[in-house]
């Protein structure tokens, strides 16, 4: 009898791992996201039937159950440097080179701005300082990416390891007008005087998008593509080599918000990488909490679009970031994300008080 109990764990283990083998948009139906985002920590009760397996010398469930633990580890694995996308993404920031640009820019304004955008004071880039000297675009920039919980994120913390890890580019999901009052009176806008935000609704899933920079951007929308979610504000900047990068803020709906618009928010941000390609020199950036990791089909598809994950490229390991109150077990729901032409070094994650996610920083790097 235990050992027919045995095979029958280990075939709802592996029908269970096969969920994340659906295709993109077929796990779009309760309670599956939620199945598979669990896949990871399959392997503990899987070994457990395995040792009780090998007490009982059962060897065929034994080394059965085995195998569907490691298939249930294989992309937990894939964080370690078998990220599927090609290794020339995988230069490293020391063999980026500064490059000059020929032509000043000035700040675009969009029509969907709202009042919580910050007015531009004096453009870093590409300009003169006091000594005549024409300032170059930046090569590489700081990112970092939080989930305020509705708001709640401490604002202070949140100032404090901006400046202390010299952020960028900053990207919040889950904001409020009160959050920004707070940052605002904690002395972001002299760290990240730039900002435009998504435009506040009632649908919007725990609050709404933010995007802050250090660099004068040259465009600037409230809702840079169409998901099924909170608007997606980005900014685009002049980066050396000729590069034009937009950074969108983005956090797709949970599941329990809608499963269809959950899975339809992820893919849909694909439409970033798409236009991306349309252009020469041009290279998209998604920052958020993107409600999904590398075991759901839906963001395996939006990767396909042209994206690739920092974590992953970095090939270091995973940065789990939800929930923050428990050590283990955690999933990487929020992610940074970038398309041919940038490379991500320096990824990590780290506590901010008053918020279920963890922080995500990293360096990115334009190709010159």
Not at 135 to 144: D, G, I
Not at 167 to 195: H, K, M, N, T, W
Not at 217 to 245: E, F, K, N, Q, R
Request: proline share 6%.
């Amino acid at each position: 009898m235990l050992v027919w109990l045995l095979w029958g764990v280990m075939i709802v283990g592996m029908l269970w791992v096969l969920l994340s083998e659906l295709p993109a948009g077929v796990e779009a139906r309760m309670p599956f996201p939620y199945m598979i985002a669990l896949i990871p920590f399959l392997w503990v009760p899987l070994v457990a039937c395995a040792v009780v397996a090998g007490i009982i010398h059962a060897w065929g469930p034994m080394c059965c159950l085995l195998g569907v633990a490691l298939s249930a580890s294989t992309r937990r694995i894939a964080y370690w440097g078998t990220d599927p996308h090609p290794r020339r993404e995988r230069r490293t920031a020391a063999t980026a080179r500064d490059a000059s640009r020929e032509t000043s820019r000035e700040t675009v304004s969009d029509n969907r701005g709202t009042s919580r955008e910050t007015s531009p004071v004096a453009s870093v880039t590409d300009s003169i300082d006091d000594t005549g000297t024409t300032v170059e675009p930046p090569s590489s920039l700081t990112l970092m990416t939080l989930n305020c919980r509705y708001g709640r994120a401490d604002a202070v913390a949140i100032a404090r390891e901006a400046r202390t890890r010299g952020v960028d580019v900053l990207a919040l999901q889950e904001a409020s007008d009160d959050l920004l009052a707070r940052l605002d009176a904690a002395g972001i806008a002299d760290l990240l005087p730039y900002r435009r935000s998504g435009e506040s609704k009632e649908t919007d899933n725990g609050g709404f998008n933010v995007i802050l920079s250090r660099v004068e951007p040259d465009d600037a929308t409230s809702d840079a593509i169409a998901i099924p979610a909170a608007d997606v504000p980005s900014i685009t900047l002049p980066m050396a080599g000729g590069h034009d990068v937009t950074f969108a803020s983005a956090h797709p709906k949970s599941p329990m918000r809608g499963c269809r618009e959950w899975s339809a928010g992820i893919i849909g941000l694909g439409g970033l990488a798409k236009a991306a390609k349309q252009e020469d020199r041009a290279i998209a950036v998604v920052l958020g909490d993107l409600n999904s990791s590398t075991e759901h089909p839906s963001f395996r598809a939006l990767l396909k679009t042209g994206f690739h994950d920092a974590s992953l490229t970095q090939a270091k390991g995973p940065n789990l970031t939800f929930p923050r109150w428990l050590k283990w077990p955690r999933i990487e729901l929020d992610h940074i994300l970038a398309t041919r032409g940038a490379v991500f070094t320096d990824v990590a994650s780290f506590e901010i008080p008053e918020t279920d996610h963890l922080a995500l920083t990293a360096r990115l790097t334009v190709r010159v």
